[in-house]
């Protein structure tokens, strides 16, 4: 069972495909999709990452094809009944979200810590070779225990504890393939990052604005971490969220 499933929001024709980050879940994505469903009608799906928000032997068994393939499919049935389909994504989600707008052609794109560079990126040739002999290893640091929020606790327990090689060279090679796709975008994006990311830099922004094709606009906030879309200001991403829908 998922420590947190896909999530359908039914409204208008009018449509949202939220797609969740790297060992996370639809959860993090919810804030943003139900105040679009109250205060738009829009209809809102999060789909769930295969691998992700059920257990670590499951996440393990996963990659890139995998994710790609939901969000895929994902979209695939939202094109029965919608009449317009905006896509968003929290950090690997934003590489995912840019994959299917080039390839779909979607007009409008949110990008959330869009994870094209991380801080993690020195460590590449490491992960690739580790990742040859060794799946994951255990954190010596592994983060707190979260009391007060038992999904997130369950996720901390079965991703967040761990050092995922495997996966973490699929995300790489994943974030390569987005990569090569950002010139070839045409639609308009709004791309939000924040100055107190610790996962996903705040050079990623130039990188974005030479990189990325397509009109494009940049909200920064301040004191973020990297889930911006649950952050101490995410009424402010959420506003400007609304905003660029609402256009």
């Not at 992700?52 to 393990?60: K, L, P, R």
């Not at 255990?138 to 999904?151: A, F, M, N, S, T």
């Not at 308009?188 to 050079?203: H, Y």
């Amino acid at each position: 069972m998922a420590i947190f499933p896909s999530q359908l929001l039914q409204g208008s024709n009018k449509c949202l495909l939220l797609i969740h980050g790297f060992t996370g879940s639809p959860y993090e994505m919810m804030y943003i999709a139900e105040n679009v469903h109250e205060r738009l009608g829009w209809t809102v799906r999060v789909p769930r990452l295969p691998g992700h928000a059920t257990t670590s032997e499951d996440f393990m068994r996963t990659g890139r094809r995998d994710w790609k393939r939901r969000v895929i499919d994902e979209y695939y049935d939202m094109k029965n009944y919608c009449s317009e389909i905006v896509v968003g994504g929290l950090s690997m989600g934003g590489v995912l979200t840019v994959i299917l707008a080039v390839e779909f052609e979607v007009r409008r794109i949110l990008l959330y810590a869009p994870a094209f560079l991380t801080v993690f990126q020195k460590y590449l040739p490491v992960i690739f070779f580790t990742s040859l002999f060794v799946n994951r290893v255990r954190k010596k640091e592994p983060l707190q225990v979260i009391e007060d929020d038992p999904v997130r606790e369950r996720l901390r327990q079965e991703y967040w504890s761990y050092n995922y090689y495997r996966q973490s060279r699929e995300f790489f090679r994943l974030q390569f393939e987005g990569r090569k796709s950002l010139e070839n975008f045409s639609g308009k994006a709004l791309v939000v990052v924040s100055r107190s990311d610790s996962t996903v830099p705040i050079e990623v922004k130039d990188y974005l604005e030479k990189k990325l094709g397509g009109e494009k606009e940049f909200l920064v906030l301040e004191r973020s971490p990297h889930v911006v879309v649950t952050s101490e200001e995410k009424e402010i991403v959420l506003e400007r969220t609304l905003e660029f829908l609402k256009r």
